[in-house]
């Protein structure tokens, strides 16, 4: 009996000591978001962009925006997407930039997807002024619906 007890409290004792290490092993917001301007690998940057999009986090659109001109295509294409989430404001005229001057497509089509979430008033001439330059026919195709249905709409 005395062994059955030792080894149920030694279960016990192994699983709260797991559950305190996995409870030390999650981030706060705020370290994802220093992991946003910590210049770190690209690994690290976007399981931040993607947590804090995730979890909505506001505090999160400066470092997200400041992202969204790094040299790693799929850095930024991961802030765009985050900042979509997120939905603030703030997010429109770093994705507006990124829309008409990004050299990725990826990241152009990331850029409008997330201003169309955002909803903002500002992406409005960008849209026509990409619809003008564009040569990417999945972005295209997209700014012609956009425009299919504001038409619709009047």
Request: proline share 1%; charged share 30%; aromatic share 4%.
């Amino acid at each position: 009996m005395k062994r059955v007890i030792c080894v149920v409290l030694l279960a016990a004792a192994a699983f709260v000591m797991v559950m305190t290490q996995e409870a030390r092993a999650e981030k706060t917001a705020k370290e994802y978001i220093a992991d946003l301007t910590a210049g770190g690998d690209e690994k690290t940057v976007i399981e931040a962009a993607q947590w804090l999009g995730n979890k909505k986090d506001k505090d999160a659109v400066p470092g997200l925006v400041s992202l969204m001109s790094d040299k790693r295509v799929n850095v930024r294409i991961e802030s765009a997407v985050a900042l979509g989430l997120i939905g603030e404001e703030g997010g429109a005229d770093a994705l507006n930039n990124a829309l008409l001057n990004d050299e990725s497509a990826e990241v152009r089509y990331a850029a409008i997807l997330a201003t169309m979430r955002i909803g903002s008033k500002k992406s409005i001439d960008a849209y026509r002024q990409a619809k003008e330059k564009e040569s990417d026919p999945f972005i295209q195709d997209i700014l012609a619906k956009m425009e299919e249905k504001a038409k619709a709409v009047k």
